[in-house]
């Protein structure tokens, strides 16, 4: 099958994840309210509880990447969940007698992923507007960071796929992510600066792509208060290429291996 | 001629079950087969392997000359399914649904469009087309996924109990359909529990148990394999059943089946109205009340109970079917 053929096959799979999160309140509501809310909760409770230099604003600015990082990974949960609710249902029965590709299955659902997380993003941003975080570099530089989100999360999002195929229930798939989840996310720079974890957690936290996609964001949006130490990791000298460099194994790694087990688990 | 559909040898095993034991089928162009059996005997098995969503353990087969294993993807082009359960998105609607179907049929746009909104109009889904099929009936999301199942048009259909859960209006409705489809040289095979449903509407029945073909050919030549028709009748008072079956014994060629509890009398008979009319001057002549009194043809119920008695029997045991 050509790719092209490939590609419109998942675009109409996505078109239908993405009617799906209008008409599922649930969807709706981790889309629009739970972004809301985390951005509130962590400006607001964390940020007046761990107070650097020049009050809540400075650390609210800190913090917005790192919610946007850790809002987008626990997105692709959805994809996971998603996933093994369509493999409960006889949907993929349908689907696998009709003469798509194959691959547009999983293809399509993690795009309709991504715009997901591009509105998740969108409402985020704007919450944290209101809260008091702004962009301090260019627009073009912000887009970037955004796209580095985007990609890091994409990545992510076939891992869950993955899980998705290869475990039994959609409450299993979310229980099992945020096991890894989790820990990933909060061990990382994502709501502390780094030199404030003991040793060992340090070292694991620089080396964390989650430390580095944050650490990219924030350089992007221009959220780094000038003075900030430069960091002496190598992934959070280079923010960038190493987001990329994972994002890439990731998906060379996770992409064969979940339709692999999109085949086996479907064929039984 | 080529066959629309042929299959040779299919096996299948799951851990401890048999559920395709060497099944041979073959469905000329154009004709409709129906695939009889009871739960469990392999139907459903055996239009997940044609449909390539199972690979079998062994066996080939091929639909409209292409083979079902080596060349799945160009099977899919060619045929259209309806499994057992309704295979819809329940978020999306109706017209969603068929439409998303066609595109993945490759039809384009306007195509898939168009062929959406033909299909609800054919299967009285046009008023509730625009509404999630969440909101479906059992019977309405019965009827979208049998519409999915027509949309690309193809020339061989799959359909594993279509009219499961459908009422009498909508079942004889499908029954249109299915023969507007026959009558336009699409070639069927379809499944179900109605033998009713596979006299009327099957040119040639495959009767399965267990995985293996039991019985095959036309609804006629079943019944015929069966025997021929058989008197009935049922007494106002039981007490009276030994004597009647003094009397009326003799018009038999076989042995009668009498049962007091439901105070019936069953013999096997031939020479027809003649035998039932000399039947009541006999029972007339003893003043025997009757309730009831027929001549019955047998019907496919017949046969699949003669057919598949002993599956029936064995419902309820641990199922034996690994040791075989
Ligand atoms: N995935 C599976 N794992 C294990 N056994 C299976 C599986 N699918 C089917 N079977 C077994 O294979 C046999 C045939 O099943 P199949 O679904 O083909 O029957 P069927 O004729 O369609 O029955 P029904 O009328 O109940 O739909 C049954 O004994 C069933 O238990
Ligand atoms: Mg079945």
């Not at chain 2, 014994?249 to 038999?252: F, I, K, V």
């Given at each position: 099958m050509r790719v092209p053929d490939v590609l419109a096959d998942a675009a109409v799979v996505a078109k239908r994840n993405i009617i799906k999160i209008k008409r599922v309140p649930d969807l709706l509501v981790f889309t629009t309210l739970s972004p809301i809310m985390f951005v509130l909760l962590f400006s607001y409770v964390f940020g007046g509880a761990i107070?650097?230099?020049?009050?809540g604003a400075a650390y609210r600015e800190f913090l917005i990447a790192g919610i946007f990082a850790q809002t987008v990974i626990f997105g692709a949960t959805v994809t996971g969940a998603a996933l093994a609710e369509d493999l409960k249902k006889g949907i993929l029965d349908r689907f696998r007698s009709l003469?798509?590709?194959?691959s547009a299955v999983l293809t399509g659902r993690t795009f309709s992923d991504v715009v997901n997380n591009v509105i998740v993003l969108v409402v985020m941003g704007l919450t944290g507007l209101v809260v008091g975080?702004?962009?301090?570099?260019?627009w073009l530089d912000a887009l970037a960071g955004v796209g580095l989100l985007l990609v890091f999360a994409y990545a992510i999002s076939w891992i869950m796929a993955w899980i998705g195929m290869l475990v039994p229930s959609p409450e299993v798939v979310n229980n099992a992510s945020f096991v890894v989840i989790f820990p990933l996310t909060f061990v990382a720079n994502t709501f502390v600066p780094l030199d404030t974890l003991p040793g060992p957690l340090q070292t694991f936290a620089e080396w964390n792509p989650v430390s580095s996609v944050t650490q990219a964001a924030r350089e992007l949006f221009g959220n780094i208060p000038p003075g900030t130490p430069a960091p002496t990791a190598w992934p959070l000298q280079h923010p960038e290429v190493y987001t990329l460099l994972w994002s890439a194994v990731i998906l060379l790694v996770f992409v064969p291996l979940a339709n692999a087990q999109y085949r086996v688990s479907t064929s039984r | 001629m080529d066959h629309a559909i042929e299959a040779r040898g299919l096996v299948k095993r799951y851990k401890g079950v048999t559920a395709l034991d060497g099944v041979d089928l073959t469905v000329p162009a154009g004709t409709v087969l129906g695939l009889l059996g009871p739960n469990g005997a392999g139907k459903t098995t055996i239009v997940r392997v044609l449909s390539t969503l199972l690979r079998p353990d062994g066996g080939s087969a091929r639909v409209t000359g292409v083979d079902v294993l080596t060349r799945p993807a160009a099977v899919r082009r060619r045929i259209g399914l309806s499994g057992q359960y309704a295979a819809v998105d329940e978020y999306l609607t109706g017209y969603e649904n068929l439409d998303m179907i066609g595109r993945l049929y490759h039809l384009g746009a306007r195509r898939s469009r168009a062929r959406a909104r033909e299909l609800l109009a054919a299967f009285r889904l046009e008023d509730a087309?625009?509404?999630?099929?969440?909101?479906?009936?059992g019977g309405m999301r019965r009827r979208l996924d049998l519409a999915g199942a027509l949309v690309a048009d193809p020339p061989v259909i799959f359909l594993d109990e279509p009219t499961t859960g459908l009422d009498p209006r909508g079942r004889t409705e499908m029954w249109d359909v299915i023969q507007t489809l026959v009558a336009g040289g699409t070639t069927l095979l379809l499944t179900t529990q109605y033998l009713e449903e596979a006299d009327v509407l099957a040119d040639e029945i495959v009767v399965i148990d267990q995985g293996r073909i039991i019985a095959q050919g036309t609804a006629d030549s079943l019944k015929r394999q069966v025997g021929g028709e058989r008197l009935e009748l049922t007494v106002?008072?039981?007490?009276?059943l030994a004597g009647v079956t003094e009397v009326l014994?003799?018009?038999?060629v076989g042995r009668p089946a009498v049962d007091d509890g439901r105070r019936s009398f069953v013999m096997p008979v031939s020479g027809g109205p003649e035998v039932l009319a000399e039947a009541l001057r006999l029972l007339g002549e003893r003043q025997v009340r009757l309730e009831d009194v027929g001549l019955r043809r047998p019907t496919l119920d017949d046969v699949f109970l003669a057919l598949t008695g002993r599956a029936t029997e064995r419902d309820g045991r641990p199922d034996d079917g690994g040791a075989r």
């Open positions: 107070d650097r230099e020049g009050g003469p798509m590709a194959p975080w702004r962009i301090r570099s260019s | 087309a625009d509404r999630p099929t969440r909101t479906y009936s106002a008072d039981a007490a009276v014994t003799p018009l038999g």
